[in-house]
Structures are given as C-alpha cells and as structure tokens.
C-alpha cells in the first residue's frame, strides 16, 4: 500500500510568516513608521529620515541607496558653498544707513555670520569678535555727520557696512530751545485769552441774572397791582380769549386754592396747582388763532362746573385782554368776513391770470399749427374724449376757441410737463397718446398689437406730397403702454 506524504510548512518559513504578522501588526500600531511620515522627515530633517527609510520603508535597496547618495551630495555642496562663502555682517537696531541722535556717545553693535575664522575693522581700526562672534564698539560722535566703515574679512573675501550717524549741532539744540520757548509763549497767550473770554462771559451772565432777577421782580410787582386793581373792580371771569400762534406759559390768579384744570378750545385739559399766593402756572400751553381758555377746579374724582373765580391771566408774563364769548364771536366774524372778501379777490385775480396764460398759450399754438388738416379738437374737457379719441373731431381750420379748449385741457384738466413741446408741434420720449395728438393732430396711420410684455403701437404722419397713394416722406412715433419710446422720419 502507497501512502502520499503530506507537506507540512517549513519550521523558517513559518517563522518568517510569523515575523511579517507581528510587524505588519507593528506598523499598524506606530504611526511613525508610515510612509508619509517617513517622506515627510526626508525633507524635513533628514537624519531621521534616512533612519527610518531603511527601517520602515518598502522600498528596493537601490532605491534607497539613489535617496541616500542624492541627500548626501545635497548637504555637502550646501556645506562647500557654506564654507567658501565671504562673511556677513548683522548690525542691532540699524534699519537705514543713516541714523540721528543728539548724544555724543554712540554704541555699535552686532555680529559676523562666517563659517571659516573672520576679522572685523571699523574704520581700519581691529576689534576683537567675541567667542559667539558677536561685538559692540562704542564711539565718540562730533557735530554733524559721522561715517564709519565696517569691513569683515576672512579666507574666501570680504563683506563691508558704511554707517552714517548724525550728531544734533549746538545751533540746531539753540533753535529747537528757541521754538519751545515761542510755544510755550503762544501757549501762555491763548491761556490768557481764554480766560479773559471767560471772565467776560461770566460777567455778561452775572449781568443777565440780575436782569432776569430785576424783571422777574417787576413783573410781580405790576401783577400784584393787577390783582389789587381786579379784587377793587370785583372783576371775575371764566372765559379768555388770546390771539397767538405757539407755546406759552399761562399763569393765572385764583381765589381758590384747589387743583385747577385749564381747557383750550374745550379740550386737553391740563392740571396745575395753586399756590399759597393763589397762582397757578401752566407750562408749555399750545395756543393758536383766537383760543377759547377756559378753567375749572376738581376735588378728588369729581370736577365742577365752570365758575367764575379768574381774576387775572398772563402769557409770557404779559397780560391778556379779557372779552367775553359775544365780544369774540363779533371779533371772529368781522375777520371771517374780511378774509372771505381777500380770498374773493385773490381768486378772481388767480382766474383772470389763468385766462390770459392759457389765452396766450393758445394763440401761440394756433399759429404752429395754422394750415394743418389733421388737429384734434374736442368738443369738451372730458379725459374720455382724448384717452379715446374720435376721428369725427378732427378739423382742417383750428380756430382760436379750439386752441382756447385744448390748451385748457392740457393746463387745467390733465397738466403737461410737456407743454412747451404741445404748442411747438414736437414730440418726445415719455409724452402719452393724448399729448401726441395735440402736437402732431391726428395720424394718417396706426397700427397696435398686445403681448404678455404689454401693448405697442406705431403712428405714423405724411409730412409730403403724397402720389397715387404714396407718401415718400413720413415721421412717426412708436408707443409702449400708450407711452412714446421712440420717434423719427423716413
């Protein structure tokens, strides 16, 4: 009996197997081992990079090797050129060749970037580089400009820096003492001013308080000589009538000591408290033409009737005739009626000009259009008669009542910004229909179609002799939405 040997895996091959699941585990598990990190370090800091190429990487070893050859030749032209390079030299605080100041001491300083062993001068005159390559030089400055050369050198050349610094002169320190001191004096004289302006406006107020105060006293002087001439004439009234147009203050004498209300024209009331001495003031009153003042006093929630307890009222501090209701009304309707009699007239006077305008426009307008055949004249001033005109009105002989009715159309029933173009036979852009026929009469031919986008049409004048039907010369105006978007002649 045959028996067929089974091939088992080889113990290294197994082994092997086993070494790429731990590391393919590995890598799954170190995120430094994958390929764009180990691109990135390439670039970045190569060391690393060439570290983990080798380690990580799956890459061929020629194409490790190429990486490898190519990153070395890189950095050691870098260094060669590094090395054969002139020196460098880095001033402090220096962004221009020119620096100014107005100490006598200056302080230089900086260093010297050389791969190789350098030397520095300044103005042919060596300094010792410090071991970081680093110096600081101090000078001594005289007035004006100073210049000073810097010159590094080492085996490959050498690398220069001239620096200018300018010192302050004695006479520049002398006329920058000089404009301080007309500043300061300037200063010291719009002080001066200002508090003279000041004293003065202080004592223009002062002045104005005591005047206020003055009039304030006279003014309570004669209202109290009021009140002793209105308690000796018995003199009460509830009714005032002023003649104003504005805000006032009113201020009124009672002979009672409770709230009172004041009423213009039997509305808005407004409150006001009487005084000990029996005033009672109400700021800011809106008064007009002939307002009816009335008063009333109210306790708690009820308020009485009207009574006759006023004995004294002022606006602005100046009193106010006192009529009754008969004496106002007589004053109304005398102004009503000379005011009626002012409006007659104006109108007559406003009708009499408007004649002669539209008389004057008319005249104007027969003459363009005399010996038209094709003027539209309407019978009246309705708007129907010429938003839909009837060809039967059209005349060949304008008379001047025909030029009278359409220019008072146009004026009076319908006004035209477009006049002036009306009486010149013209048409323009922006005129409507019935604009149109009065400048260009009825047309010989028209046409009109509708659409989504609205309504257009086209009329058309003979402006020739006309032959067998034919009219070589002809103007035309095109409309959209019964407005005039273009016009000209062929």
């Not at 050691?76 to 001491?105: C, H, M, Q, R, W």
């Not at 302006?197 to 223009?204: F, I, N, S, W, Y």
């Not at 109400?282 to 009333?296: G, T």
């Amino acid at each position: 009996m045959k028996v067929n040997k089974i091939d088992t895996p080889q113990p290294k091959k197994t082994k092997k197997y086993r070494e790429s699941l731990n590391t393919s585990s590995s890598k799954f598990k170190r995120w430094y081992t994958k390929l764009p990190i180990v691109i990135a370090l390439l670039i970045v800091f190569f060391p690393v990079g060439l570290a983990f190429m080798w380690k990580f990487a799956k890459w061929s070893k020629k194409a490790k090797w190429i990486i490898t050859v190519i990153i070395v030749l890189i950095v050691t032209v870098s260094f060669i050129g590094s090395y054969n390079s002139t020196p460098t030299i880095n001033l402090n605080n220096i962004e221009n060749s020119k620096i100014s100041t107005d100490n006598a001491e200056y302080e230089l300083s900086g260093d010297v970037v050389s791969i190789k062993a350098a030397k520095l001068t300044i103005n042919n005159e060596p300094l010792t580089l410090a071991s970081d390559s680093k110096f600081s030089y101090k000078v001594t400055l005289n007035e004006g400009d100073n210049t000073f050369s810097l010159v590094a050198t080492n085996d490959n050349g050498e690398a220069k820096e001239t620096i200018t610094i300018y010192r302050t002169t004695q006479a520049e320190f002398a006329a920058r003492a000089e404009a301080d001191r007309l500043a300061a004096e300037k200063k010291a004289e719009e002080l001066k001013v200002e508090d003279a302006k000041t004293t003065q406006q202080k004592a223009e107020a002062d002045a104005k308080a005591t005047d206020d105060a003055q009039t304030q006293a006279d003014t309570q002087v004669q209202q109290k000589a009021n009140i002793d001439s209105a308690n000796n004439n018995a003199f009460y009234i509830n009714n005032a009538y002023f003649k104003g147009d504005g805000r006032y203050d009113v201020v009124i004498y009672s002979s009672t000591k409770d709230t009172l209300q004041i009423y213009v024209n039997d509305e808005n009331p407004l409150k006001a408290k009487v005084n000990d001495e029996g005033w009672a003031t109400f700021k800011k009153v809106k008064l007009s033409e002939r307002s009816k003042l009335s008063f009333a006093k109210k306790v708690g929630w009820f308020k009485y009737n009207p009574v006759n307890y006023v004995k004294y009222i002022s606006v602005n501090n100046e009193q106010i005739n006192l009529i009754d209701a008969d004496a106002a009304a007589g004053l109304d309707k005398a102004e009503a009626d000379a005011r009626a009699v002012a409006d007659a007239q104006a109108q007559a006077e406003a009708l009499a000009q408007k004649k002669a305008y539209i008389e004057g426009l008319a005249t104007t307008y027969c003459s363009k259009h005399s010996g038209w055949r094709n003027i539209y004249v309407p019978q009246g001033t309705s708007r129907d008669e010429w938003e839909n005109p009837n060809e039967k009105l059209v005349t060949k002989y304008p008379k001047q009542s025909n030029c009278v009715a359409i220019m008072t159309f146009f004026v009076d029933t319908m006004p035209s910004e477009y006049i002036d173009n009306i009486i010149n036979a013209q048409v323009a852009t922006g005129m409507n229909k019935a604009e149109v026929l009065a400048s260009w009469g009825w047309p010989n031919n028209n046409s009109n179609f509708s659409s989504d986008f609205g309504s257009s049409g086209t009329w058309m004048w003979d402006t020739g002799t006309c032959y067998y039907g034919v009219c070589p010369h002809q103007q035309y105006a095109n409309f959209f939405n019964g407005i005039v978007d273009s016009t000209g002649k062929y």
